[in-house]
């Protein structure tokens, strides 16, 4: 974030701090006062599909708090700067008139103590994607090996588990390294780390189509089968929340991923990103898709009652 206005850096400040005190307050302490954090409490009650889902998301959640918070609080502090225009036109007097644009300070100009911490804030990113990308690639996995009529009785023997643990190591790994290696320019490093994490959840998510289209005749064949109507009643929201949380997926990453692929290309012009609107709307955009899909994500795997 570190060209982004302040002002969508504190967007994104305030909806982290909204998901946060939405895990924290609605679902860990409302739900069952913490109880669900114990590992074999949880383990007895839910699995280790739910506890790994309510433990990537209670890691997720804080680093993307500190992330957004820290940088507006960097973005705030350093202010603006007063860039001239390239094309300043000539006055009726013959003298040259100065054109500024108001624009975000750009982090050369950072003290140093703000930009010590850029490094520190894309590896907590990173991270808190990365643990995003594990928590959607297993759901994506269990539910394809659920549906699938051929795979073997056991997951842990399934391709499906096979794949997501493939996945989750890439995206652990990946991410951060992404994060490290790129350093040295602050501005290519996080147009990488929007490349690389919205290249991964736009796979996850379009490959999320298929389990639309299958669940519905998932739950005629339970239903066929004789399960219990509680059981409907859950999958049959789960399906129409699903719905909605795709939708704002899909929001959340594409706008990254029209600013990375703008911000990676090798010009010394990036039509995007040097694009005061075009910027602030898409960051805005993939902002509000990151909470709504988050907030779905509580809803659908930490349901208070259905």
């Known amino acids: 974030m570190s060209h982004f206005s302040p002002a969508v850096v504190l967007l994104w400040a305030i909806i982290s701090a909204l998901v946060s005190g939405i895990l924290i307050h609605l679902h860990l302490w409302k739900f069952d006062r913490f109880a669900s954090l114990g ?9 280790g599909f739910k506890r790994l889902m309510t433990y990537s998301y209670l890691c997720s959640v804080p680093l993307l708090l500190f992330y957004s918070i820290t940088f507006a609080i960097i973005k705030y502090n350093e202010g603006y700067f007063l860039l001239p225009s ?12 100065t054109n500024t644009t108001v624009v975000p300070l750009p982090y050369q100009l950072w003290g140093n103590q703000a930009r010590s911490w850029i490094l520190a804030l894309y590896i907590a990113f990173s991270v808190s994607w990365a643990l995003e ?16 009529p051929s795979a073997p009785r056991s997951w842990f023997r399934s391709v499906y588990f096979f794949t997501w ?23 290519k490093s996080e147009a990488w780390i929007f490349f690389v994490g919205s290249v991964s959840s736009f796979i996850i998510t379009v490959v999320s189509l298929r389990v639309l289209w299958l669940f519905p005749r998932f739950i005629q064949l339970l239903r066929k089968q004789g399960a219990d109507p509680e059981t409907i009643v859950r999958l049959t929201t789960y399906n129409q929340l699903n719905n909605v949380r795709v939708l704002f997926r899909f929001l959340f990453v594409v706008p990254l991923l029209i600013l990375a692929i703008d911000g990676i290309r090798p010009t010394a012009y ?4 040097e694009d005061g609107f075009a910027t602030d709307f898409l960051a805005m955009v993939a902002g509000i898709g990151c909470i709504v899909q988050s907030g779905l994500t509580l809803l659908v795997f930490f349901p208070r009652s259905i």
């Open 270 to 273: 990036h039509t995007v990103n």
């Open 133 to 148: 990308v594990v928590s959607h690639l297993e759901e994506l996995n269990f539910w394809l090996f659920l549906m699938s």
């Open 39 to 47: 590992w074999k409490s949880n383990s007895s009650r839910t699995g």
């Open 165 to 187: 643990i493939t996945g989750s190591i890439a995206a652990i790994v990946g991410l951060p390294v992404t994060a490290v290696v790129t350093r040295h320019d602050p501005t």
């Open 86 to 97: 390239a094309s300043s036109p000539i006055s009726p007097n013959g003298t040259t008139a």
